[in-house]
């Protein structure tokens, strides 16, 4: 009985298993850790990104070794040495132009034409005023002609009568002395005779008196007329100034005077360029460099590596807008023939010697602290920089030959670091 009822039960087919190996139970644990692990890396790499920014369409230089030079880039604007400027001389309305702009003229050349009746009309008064007073001084001289010749009558009858009273004197004192006239008659004789001689003498102090004072009216109104007539002159010549000629000889340029126009005394009408004395250079140069410009500086045009004798002459000292202007010119009877007033110039003013030094170019990235390319992201950096010019800035300190930093404008927040997109 008891036999069938283990069978019954099933406890003769149990049997002892053995245990399972220990890797089996810490594999799920390291499995889950991985998969922890790598989610939490993902989401610092996610977060990393998302915080790093992108600079967009970003403009890289690479810093390199060679010489600094120092020069100021300039625009320069061609000007001939000797130039005339046109000013009205006199007020009119333009009858005629005579020339035309650009025209290369002789000296004396007429310009133009102008007409004032004002000025006619003032003419014709002074006129008038001359010929009055020419006609006064001609009365006056016709009355000082007859007043003369009516004294040289009188006086001609008084030198008579005194000669025939100092006769009948001298015939009285021969008879008186003969004792066939009175004592009374030769007194009487004698009295006549001085009467006579003092007659004489006073009419010819009175003539002389009359004639100087109308000699002196004369020379007054003569001067009067000379004054009149340097007036008239003066007006004449204003006259013919109102056909303008060329002062000197050269090439028109700037005038752009039409018929009918009025003009004013002192209005500018243009201006003749003397080319045969050659030209020179005019730019106009930032007031930070002010300090450092120097007469006889050299200045090279285009890209020439000669000065070519150019050379700074002048540097105007009034600033306007922050800008100052400088003349340069070349040595004497060396100005290139083929530059026309008017024409633009590119040169490059040197105000220092070149010299070894690491380079970048000039942008607005170019500052203290820079961006510099390390793999795929800029990361800033502190540098010193030294002097500009020419588009090129000095590197003194903080970067090396090959670096490649962000040359354009670097963001608004300046992190530490950005990627390339």
């Known amino acids: 009985m008891k036999t069938k009822t283990q069978d019954l039960s099933g406890a003769a087919m149990d049997r002892r298993l053995s245990p399972p190996p220990p890797w089996r139970r810490w594999a799920p644990r390291l499995g889950a850790g991985?998969?922890?692990?790598?989610?939490?890396?993902?989401?610092?790499?996610?977060?990393?990104?998302?915080?790093?920014?992108t600079v967009v369409a970003p403009q890289l230089a690479t810093v390199r070794a060679g010489e600094f030079r120092d020069e100021l880039l300039l625009r320069a604007r061609v000007e001939p040495l000797r130039s005339v400027q046109l000013d009205a001389a006199e007020a009119g309305r333009v009858q005629a132009v005579l020339v035309q702009e650009g025209e290369r003229l002789a000296a004396g050349a007429p310009l133009y034409r102008l007409h004032s009746p004002e000025q006619e009309q003032?003419?014709?008064?002074?006129?008038?005023?001359?010929?009055?007073?020419?006609?006064?001084?001609?009365?006056?001289?016709?009355?000082?002609?007859?007043?003369?010749?009516?004294?040289?009558?009188?006086?001609?009858?008084?030198?008579?009568?005194?000669?025939q009273a100092e006769a009948e004197h001298q015939r009285q004192m021969k008879l008186a002395a003969a004792g066939f006239v009175s004592v009374a008659a030769l007194e009487q004789a004698q009295r006549q005779a001085q009467l006579a001689s003092q007659l004489l003498q006073q009419?010819?102090?009175?003539?002389?008196?009359?004639?100087?004072?109308?000699?002196?009216?004369?020379?007054?109104?003569a001067r009067a007329v000379q004054g009149l007539q340097r007036g008239l002159l003066l007006l004449e010549r204003s006259?013919?100034?109102?056909?303008?000629r060329a002062p000197i000889a050269g090439r028109l340029s700037g005038f752009v005077l039409q018929v009918g126009a009025s003009v004013r005394p002192g209005d500018r009408l243009g201006r003749i360029d003397d080319l045969s004395g050659g030209v020179q250079l005019v730019a106009e140069v930032d007031e930070f460099y002010l300090p450092r410009l120097q007469v006889g500086q050299a200045a090279f045009v285009g890209q020439g590596e000669a000065p070519a004798e150019l050379h700074l002459a002048q540097v105007l000292p009034q600033v306007l807008a922050g800008k100052v202007k400088v003349l340069l010119r070349w040595g004497e009877g060396r100005s290139p023939a083929h530059l026309s007033p008017g024409q633009a110039v590119d040169l490059r003013l040197q105000l220092d010697h070149a010299r070894p030094?690491?380079?970048?170019?000039?942008?607005?990235?170019?500052?203290?602290?820079?961006?510099?390319?390390?793999?795929?992201?800029?990361r800033r950096r502190n540098i010193q920089l030294g002097r500009r010019a020419a588009g090129q800035v000095e590197v003194l300190a903080g970067l090396q030959a090959g670096d490649q930093v962000l040359l354009s404008q670097t963001p608004n927040d300046s992190a530490e670091s950005y990627r390339l997109p």
């Open 239 to 244: 006259r013919e100034r109102l056909l303008q």
């Open 122 to 163: 003032l003419l014709m008064q002074r006129s008038a005023e001359v010929a009055q007073q020419m006609a006064n001084v001609s009365v006056q001289r016709s009355a000082q002609a007859a007043s003369l010749a009516q004294n040289r009558r009188e006086l001609a009858q008084m030198q008579m009568a005194q000669q």
């Open 357 to 378: 030094a690491l380079l970048l170019p000039e942008g607005p990235g170019v500052q203290a602290q820079i961006y510099v390319l390390e793999g795929r992201e800029l």
């Open 34 to 53: 991985l998969v922890l692990s790598g989610l939490v890396v993902g989401l610092l790499l996610w977060g990393r990104q998302a915080q790093t920014k």
């Open 203 to 221: 009419a010819q102090a009175d003539q002389r008196l009359e004639a100087d004072t109308r000699q002196q009216s004369l020379d007054e109104m």
